[in-house]
């Protein structure tokens, strides 16, 4: 048995005209809540608030930012607002500059392993059972 496999699901279908319904439902929103202030306001007190939901109609209706809805990102907006938020401390390690390498190895100096005599090196090597020095006599060359 054969079935059809639907394509181009990411695209919203054209319902009414241009429009798909959810920016149909937006547009129609944003008249009806033009003729509610138009009828509460007058026309001249009311027109900033019809120019307020007339683009935020607008923009629920045909903004895309970054491939999301305007709704998306207005919800991601209003949650980011009301949560909690943990703020977590990373430590950045800045580039060292030459006058800090400079006191580095000043300090470094300082703390230098002391080195073995001829003698404690020879006593050294005798205790280890060794037969030979790592250093060779005058004899040896």
Not at 115 to 129: C, F, T, V
């Amino acid at each position: 048995m054969r079935y059809q496999v639907p394509q181009f699901i990411e695209f919203e279908s054209k319902i009414i005209g241009p429009l798909t319904f959810k920016q149909f439902i937006y547009i129609l929103g944003g008249i009806g809540g033009t003729y509610i202030i138009y009828k509460v306001f007058g026309f001249f007190p009311g027109i900033i608030l019809m120019f307020i939901l007339w683009a935020l109609a607008g923009s629920l209706a045909f903004v895309k930012i970054n491939n999301k809805s305007f709704i998306d990102v207005l919800a991601a907006g209003f949650s980011y607002m009301t949560k909690s938020k943990l703020y977590i401390w990373k430590k950045i390690d800045k580039p060292v500059t030459a006058e800090e390498k400079v006191q580095d190895t000043s300090v470094a100096d300082s703390f230098l392993a002391p080195s073995l005599s001829q003698s404690k090196l020879k006593d050294l090597a005798w205790s280890l059972d060794v037969n030979k020095s790592v250093y060779p006599t005058k004899k040896e060359q």
